[in-house]
């Protein structure tokens, strides 16, 4: 029987969330902050480890990921866009890594289950792009076989890895979950004001 893939979980929680205009990371949502719900759904499921990449307020974040079995990068050059964040945290990755599956830092609602999920969809038809969708709709997170390591790592400014699903075009696997969360993310006080509404603690 063929090992399983060894997918690597990225948490992207760098950026200044500037919308917002305060580190979103950092928000309470229950009984945790957002970017610990978010990484501790991810050390539920089946990655074979965890790196979160941080970078403006590190300091006030790190200490939440102490205890955390995770590997941490402090990504200098945020401000210059996604795109640092995603190459720095392919630079943690090691030669064993089939896959890469990048977790936006202010999703808290995507469980293991749909982590579970996507790495099931790749270790059954390794495509170089998995995506789930929802109703049609593509949402995060993403996951990046290995052939396509090189094309992230070519990518400048604020342009995110989905500049790449053009590229690959018909080589992408979409897969349909049950759940919007992967379309819901924390971009201003409404959308937080929402999860608090919509979304409290279980």
Do not use: W
């Amino acid at each position: 029987m063929e090992a399983r893939p060894r997918v690597a979980g990225i948490v992207l929680a760098a950026g200044k969330s500037t919308r917002m205009g305060r580190p979103k990371q950092l928000l309470p949502f229950r009984g945790r902050t957002v970017l610990e719900c978010v990484v501790d759904n991810a050390l539920a499921s089946r990655l074979h480890r965890v790196v979160v990449v941080l970078g403006h307020e590190a300091e006030a974040v790190m200490p939440l990921l102490g205890h955390r079995c995770v590997t941490t990068v402090v990504n200098p050059l945020y401000g210059e866009g996604q795109s640092s964040s995603l190459k720095a945290g392919l630079g943690a990755m090691t030669e064993e890594t089939d896959a890469a599956l990048f977790l936006l830092g202010d999703q808290p609602l995507v469980t293991a289950d749909t982590i579970n999920l996507l790495i099931a969809a790749f270790a059954d038809f390794p495509s170089p792009i998995v995506i789930p969708t929802f109703e049609g709709h593509r949402g995060n997170p993403v996951l990046f076989s290995r052939e396509t390591f090189p094309r992230i790592e070519a990518l400048s400014g604020d342009r995110g890895a989905r500049g790449l699903f053009r590229e690959y075009g018909d080589d992408i696997r979409s897969i349909d979950v049950r759940t919007p969360a992967i379309l819901f993310d924390l971009d201003t006080e409404e959308d937080y004001l929402r999860l608090l509404r919509e979304f409290p603690a279980v």
